[in-house]
């Protein structure tokens, strides 16, 4: 399983766009890039998950560069509902079961 | 949307009682899983369940089993609870076994005196 490394913590305002990048160096070939955004006192959500290049959703784009060993999660104009944690996940949904491991994330935390 | 439903979102149990934690989803998945998330450990994965009466063991089954009697609801059982178990309890489900994206309900925190 794909170890991956991300920043502890990120701090924004409203209305700027957030990066966040995570580097997965033993990625798989089989392995999609997934991220979660987590609440307090709340389960985590499926947020985006790509295989490479460019995914676009109304929450967020996941850029993937060629050589796949990292990823960046973009927020377009966050606002103070977007303060959460944030993981990274790697894996492949290919046959058999996918354990998701979610490390420590990203705390974002936006100011008004 | 999905919907999955935990029976709690508090719960204090004394050490040594039998606990049942139980979860409903409505989208008629074949997965449910059950995590625990501790601070500093992340998610880990308890037990998992493909198929009615079917389960598996994830990476910390110690001290807990399963039951899953029905499609919709996956039950998770302290035997006999202790102080270690204190922790936020998360029931999650899937469509594919290795499908990357889970749809986790909001979490049991249990505390156990």
């Known amino acids: 399983l794909a170890k991956t490394t991300q920043p502890i913590s990120m701090d924004s305002y409203e209305g700027q766009e957030v990066n966040i990048t995570c580097s997965h160096n033993?990625?798989?070939?089989?392995?999609?890039i997934t991220w979660y955004q987590q609440f307090p006192s709340q389960g985590p959500r499926f947020i985006i998950q790509?295989?490479?290049t460019k995914v676009t959703n109304e929450v967020a784009s996941l850029f993937i560069p060629a050589d796949r060993k990292s990823s960046t999660l973009s927020l377009p104009r966050v606002s103070l509902s977007d303060t959460a944690v944030y993981y990274c996940?790697?894996?492949?949904?290919?046959?058999?079961?996918?354990?998701?491991?979610f490390g420590a994330g990203t705390r974002l935390a936006v100011h008004p | 949307d999905v919907k999955v439903t935990q029976s709690s979102r508090y719960l204090v149990k004394r050490t040594g009682e039998k606990v049942f934690l139980e979860c409903v989803q409505d989208m008629d998945h074949e997965n449910m899983f059950w995590y625990r998330q501790d601070p500093g450990l992340g998610l880990r994965l308890i037990y998992f369940?493909?198929?009615?009466?079917?389960?598996e063991k994830g990476d910390i089954p110690e001290g807990y089993s399963v039951s899953r009697e029905k499609k919709e609801r996956f039950s998770l059982i302290l035997e006999s609870a202790s102080t270690n178990q204190t922790s936020m309890y998360l029931c999650?489900?899937?469509?594919?076994?290795?499908?990357?994206?889970?749809?986790f309900g909001p979490g049991t925190r249990l505390t156990v005196l």
């Open positions: 369940s493909y198929d009615v009466k079917m389960k």
């Open positions: 033993n990625i798989a070939t089989n392995d999609y």
């Open positions: 996940l790697v894996g492949s949904p290919s046959g058999g079961y996918n354990k998701l491991i």
């Open positions: 790509g295989y490479k």
């Open positions: 999650a489900s899937s469509r594919e076994l290795g499908s990357n994206e889970q749809f």
